[in-house]
């Protein structure tokens, strides 16, 4: 089983539309997450970084599910701008120990 | 903002040559890392520093070794490159701290080993 679990998607949603992706992880002892978006051809980014209790960032809003061992990316009224692949990142507590997911392409279209 | 340069966009390198990939950070950061990112497999640690002088192996770091003599500097060395190096390589730094460290990505450098 992968430490860190995506679906590539793609994910084709229409602008304007509500997408959410979940992420996977196999380490109980993960202690820190976030979420990261790479466009084509170029570095990734962090977006967002998973707490808890939940957190949102505008239109953006990151879930983290211990029990079950899974976060989540919620994207509410897609824009175009938000066509990129979206990286799931699992810390497992020390800065040697990130984990990256695979990601999760996502087409946002007209 | 964090800038994170590497040195090269694309290299073109034959089998057998000795290969330095260069990244400089200006943020003051004491963690550098190497990466690369293959299709359908991600990003994968090849070495990381947390000082100068100082390194530990990441996942894969067999046929690569790496230099940090100053601490905004952390290169990356393939011995005798191969075909299977082809790839994205990816330099990042972060502030040492809590765990919850945030990486900054250089722009990539896309190696090719003929």
């Known amino acids: 089983r992968k430490e860190v679990e995506q679906d590539p998607g793609p994910f084709n949603v229409p602008e304007g539309a509500t997408v959410a992706f979940n992420c996977t992880y196999s380490n109980s002892a993960s202690q820190s997450f976030f979420w990261y978006r790479q466009d084509c051809r170029k570095e990734p980014k962090l977006l967002m970084s998973v707490y808890s209790s939940g957190n949102e960032d505008g239109r953006f809003t990151a879930q983290l599910n211990r029990a079950s061992q899974y976060i989540s990316l919620l994207i509410r009224d897609s824009k175009l701008s938000d066509s990129a692949t979206y990286l799931c990142?699992?810390?497992?507590?020390?800065?040697?120990?990130?984990?990256f997911g695979t990601g999760t392409r996502l087409q946002v279209t007209l | 903002d964090v800038k994170v340069t590497q040195s090269s966009r694309y290299l073109v390198k034959r089998t057998g040559e000795k290969v330095f990939l260069e990244c400089v950070q200006d943020m003051d950061h004491e963690n550098m890392f190497w990466y690369r990112q293959d299709p359908g497999l991600g990003l994968r640690l090849i070495y990381f520093s947390y000082d100068v002088k100082m390194k530990e192996k990441g996942d894969i770091p067999e046929g690569y070794s790496v230099s940090r003599e100053k601490k905004e500097r952390f290169s990356l060395i393939l011995e005798s490159a191969s075909t299977n190096q082809t790839s994205m390589y990816l330099c990042?730094?972060?502030?040492?701290?809590?765990?919850?460290?945030?990486?900054?990505f250089g722009s990539g450098t896309q190696l090719s080993v003929l």
């Open positions: 990142v699992v810390n497992a507590g020390t800065a040697s120990k990130l984990t």
């Open positions: 990042a730094s972060s502030l040492a701290g809590t765990g919850d460290e945030k990486l900054f």
